[in-house]
């Protein structure tokens, strides 16, 4: 029996994470099996429970990972300010993110699956959205980011909504004004004062 290092299990794992979150948001969670997932990751259905004791925990973790790199990849590395937010709306609301499920952002792909989820998975998507959603108000309100927390997560919510509502339409050129509208509405909102 072959042995392999602790490194290659942390890699296999981590291979398994990544490509279950691509696969959650193109098919959702209910449409993705554990054959199907480990199969993206070149593993065998006996691999998995080396790694995951169950399918919802593969889940919960995927969906932190998920929502991790979100933070660090887009609102991280967006300037700071009313800039950085227009950068963060104007790339979240684009044609290019709405037609790349895989590579896109779990809230818009699986917000109403996760609503279903155990507690667990609930919790894990909470502490990682209050993290992608503290980047964003802190370019809200940078000298008091915890103000800007709700109209934060309110933006998000109306960015998800648009995009996931572009994705459904087939008339390509209403999903395009759309994605325009929303862009327009999310920059209001980012615009508008803080009344709390």
């Not at 996931?164 to 615009?191: E, F, Y």
Request: overall charge neutral; hydrophobic content about 40%; charged content about 25%.
């Amino acid at each position: 029996m072959v042995r392999y290092a602790k490194e290659h299990k942390s890699e296999t794992r981590r291979r398994i994470i990544e490509t279950a979150g691509r696969r959650f948001k193109q098919d959702g969670i209910d449409g993705s099996g554990v054959s199907t997932l480990m199969k993206d990751a070149g593993l065998t259905n006996g691999a998995f429970y080396a790694h995951f004791a169950s399918k919802d925990d593969l889940v919960t973790t995927a969906i932190a990972d998920q929502l991790k790199v979100q933070a660090e990849n887009v609102v991280a590395r967006a300037a700071p300010g009313r800039a950085g937010l227009e950068q963060i709306v104007r790339a979240y609301l684009s044609p290019l993110h709405r037609d790349n499920l895989g590579d896109g952002c779990p809230n818009a792909a699986l917000l109403d699956e996760i609503g279903r989820c155990t507690d667990t998975t609930r919790q894990a998507y909470t502490d990682g959205v209050l993290v992608l959603v503290d980047g964003i108000a802190a370019r809200m309100a940078p000298e008091s980011p915890s103000s800007a927390r709700v109209k934060a997560l309110s933006l998000l919510g109306l960015m998800a909504g648009t995009l996931q509502l572009s994705r459904a339409l087939t008339d390509r050129q209403l999903a395009h004004k759309l994605l325009d509208q929303g862009i327009g509405n999310a920059l209001a909102l980012v615009d508008a004062d803080q009344h709390l």
